[in-house]
């Protein structure tokens, strides 16, 4: 079946940082990949997503790439802020109407 | 305009007794999605409505898991004779139409069973 597999956290970065959360994912035909974020005390946000090969995904000076040679879709960001610490989620949807699978989250703590 | 919402958003039961968790969508979606996220863990599907009709229910994880949308609108989550591991933070989604990709989230409600 359909899974996704992110690195684990928790990631500790300094301001400014440049960071890169991995995701890879198994899935049969071609899913559409997404980045949610869920910051503290608050619900899961769509961050960013990408339908089909070759895609970027961009939002808030975050960006990640769908690599279907490498079925990664890496999260990265080039200088990250306090107000970006939170968890960051890595999500498929298979072909159709399917559900998403997750990953199981990475927390970002990012220090001034 | 109005977001998802859950209520409620915080429910502590005892061992073996009947929970109703309640999610309003965003009006005007047609599709209506329940997650269970564990502590630590991504969201994992349990069931799926389009329309009143639950189109895929494949996700729950057990009999004791029922859910209804009767008008296509609201929808209930029942967990009958409540277990300890059925302690987690149970998510909504709702989403214009089933093939639209983005899922929009509520805030959850956190069941804790004791």
């Known amino acids: 079946g359909n899974s996704v597999t992110q690195m684990e956290g928790p990631v500790t970065l300094s301001e400014e940082a440049f960071l890169t959360i991995n995701c890879t994912y198994t899935?049969?035909?071609?899913?559409?990949l997404f980045w949610y974020v869920q910051y503290p005390g608050e619900g899961l946000q769509l961050l960013l997503k990408?339908?089909?090969?070759?895609d970027k995904g961009s939002n808030k000076g975050f960006e990640a790439t769908y690599r279907k040679e490498t079925t990664s879709f890496h999260l990265e960001k080039g200088s990250v802020q306090v107000s970006d610490s939170a968890v960051y989620f890595c999500?498929?949807?298979?072909?159709?109407?399917?559900?998403?699978?997750f990953g199981k989250g990475t927390r970002l703590s990012v220090i001034a | 305009g109005a977001g998802v919402s859950q209520t409620p958003s915080n429910k502590v039961t005892e061992k073996g007794k009947y929970v109703e968790l309640r999610c309003d969508p965003i009006?005007?979606?047609?599709?209506l999605y329940w997650y269970r996220q564990s502590l630590g863990q991504g969201p994992e599907f349990l069931i799926y409505?389009?329309?009143?009709?639950?189109?895929?229910d494949s996700g729950l994880p057990n009999d004791r898991f029922f859910a209804v949308r009767p008008e296509g609108s609201v929808s209930t989550l029942k967990i009958q004779r409540t277990e300890r591991g059925d302690s987690a933070v149970y998510l909504c989604a709702s989403s214009f139409s089933p093939g639209e990709s983005e899922q929009y989230f509520g805030p959850g409600t956190r069941l804790t069973v004791t």
């Open positions: 009006s005007g979606h047609t599709a």
């Open positions: 409505f389009q329309g009143t009709g639950a189109a895929d």
């Open positions: 899935a049969t035909g071609y899913p559409s």
């Open positions: 999500a498929l949807s298979g072909s159709g109407n399917t559900p998403l699978v």
């Open positions: 990408a339908t089909k090969a070759d």
